[in-house]
């Protein structure tokens, strides 16, 4: 760092890719990092350092520094006084039917007995004998609501005394992510694509590196480029390294294709083919290729979300007939749906497999 750390050395991989241990904390705020290869060549990369994050309560599950796992207070599954009502309901039910079996046993027993036509002592009994009956169908539909509302609740009795008391293990905020912005044509970095994770924004060098620390990713991290319309919003993957693969021809047809898909406009959708897909295919035909993650609804849409961008390479495709080389996969996201793009590059553009 060149405001406050001292030099620190390290090895390189064949991919470009380091890594290093800070021996002292940056204080909030940017910083210079600046980096000489063994050459003298130098090159450097704004980082912004956040105040810390602080979770209550820290339960590492494997060792990570960007994911934080928040582990909080034990949960009641379902609350006792719910189960204690239970049990409570279940009882009186048994007493009831207990009591009103006894005491119509006994009528039966003594009516049995006694000469024809005595029965007027007994009647009192009798009396109590249906008025506890009454009260345990009573308690029965009670108790029989009650076990209705857990089962549609899926707090099954059962299971809620195995795990009355279940701690809750909650995945936390993801803290930090690191990489670089790459070329999925060449698998070169590129430079000036501007990064953002909620305030704080890096303007990738010629090494194309970035690094947040102390942000929340969760959101996503937002791309912006020069030639772009629209902002791209790359969905983090969690983990502590997340390289961008970054094309800007390839990510303006990405534009032009969720945009004729929001208006419906099968010509212009047809117009983003690459060349045998478009010999193959008649724009009218184009719908039953796509799921419809865009609708008209997405008109002027501001922010295209992306899951995953691959590169496939080499492809080779019975029903066209050809082997395409230089493929990338695309997956967007978009009204709780995903839409999966393969793109070819001829030498010239970016044209969509079909």
Known sequence: MADEHPQIYTDVSPQGSWNTDLTTMLTPGPH??????????QDQSLIFVQETIQPTIVEVVKPSASVVHEVQKVVEVVPSSFLYTGLFLALLFLGFTTASYVFGFKIRKTEKNQPTGVGAPHRNVQKLSKALMAVSVVVSGVLLGYIIYLVVSNKP????YLQLRKPEVIL????AVAGAVIDPLTLLTVADVSLTVGEVTITTGVSGQFTFQDVVVDNGIHLHHAELEKTFVILPDRSERQDVFFNPALYKQVEKIVSAESRGDLTALYNTLEVTSRTALKPEELPRYFTGAFTQEDVGLTEIRVRSVERVGRIASEKRGKVYRDVVRVTLENNDQTEVYEFVYDGQSWGLMK
Do not use: F, R
């Open 32 to 41: 210079t990092l600046i980096v000489t290869d063994e050459h003298g060549n």
């Open 157 to 160: 009795i059962y299971h809620a």
């Open 172 to 175: 936390g905020t993801q803290t």
